[in-house]
């Protein structure tokens, strides 16, 4: 957040330190006296917007007034679209949210060591989509590392989301023909290997979506 950089990812790296970085007055209030009173040494960004942005205008919270880490802030629920953000581009994320006229659920980390991983998959899991808006580099930025929990921990649970779709309408179609459950579910394995298949997913990752499904 100054002379033209936002390197928060180069402190990242530090083993043991906590980096905040909240996108407004009152976050970064509760934020720092959280960052004063304990014991973990904290690396804290205050962008320069903060000087004299729409998010420096905030009501004072309390002298007692305190924020955990690892804590994300949700500050629109929506079922469309996940977008995951912090510092300064919170405050553009909300206004470009409200001007689309898409359902978007939006994400504030306020801090990306920790960072609450937890939330941003839960959201993702009733959106089915995400979009990671930062200002750092393009190439290793912090951003590149909710992508890899998301393709890591997410991939699976979007497509078990899919197929569980795909069979109640194979089911219900089936059983409208007079067909039998066990007709729909030979469909269900074909119509999901052929579009995995297509979406780059492994005969293994095929596999064991469909045992999944069966399963339940």
Not at 5 to 29: I, K, R, Y
Not at 98 to 124: F, K, N, Q, Y
Request: proline share 4%; charged share 25%.
């Amino acid at each position: 957040p100054w002379h033209s950089q936002c390197n928060e990812v180069q402190f990242l790296h530090a083993t043991g330190w906590q980096l905040a970085m909240p996108s407004n007055a009152e976050d970064a209030v509760g934020l720092l006296r959280t960052a004063l009173r304990g014991n973990d040494p904290v690396i804290f960004f205050e962008h320069r917007s903060l000087l004299d942005g729409a998010g420096a205008r905030r009501p004072y919270p309390g002298d007692e007034f305190m924020l955990p880490f690892g804590v994300a802030r949700c500050l629109r629920a929506g079922t469309e679209l996940t977008v995951v953000s912090w510092g300064a581009m919170v405050e553009r994320c909300e206004l470009a949210a409200t001007e689309s006229g898409i359902d978007v659920e939006l994400l504030d980390l306020r801090t990306l060591s920790p960072w609450d991983r937890e939330a941003v998959l839960a959201s993702v899991a009733r959106t089915r989509r995400c979009l990671v808006v930062h200002e750092d580099n393009l190439t290793a930025g912090f951003g590149a590392e909710i992508a890899a929990v998301l393709a890591e921990r997410a991939t699976f649970l979007l497509a078990e989301k899919m197929g569980k779709q795909k069979a109640g309408k194979l089911v219900e179609e089936a059983l409208a023909k007079g067909g039998s459950f066990i007709e729909a579910l030979g469909q269900l394995e074909k119509e999901l290997s052929d579009e995995m298949a297509l979406l780059g997913y492994s005969p293994k990752f095929v596999d064991r979506l469909l045992a999944e499904l069966k399963r339940r």
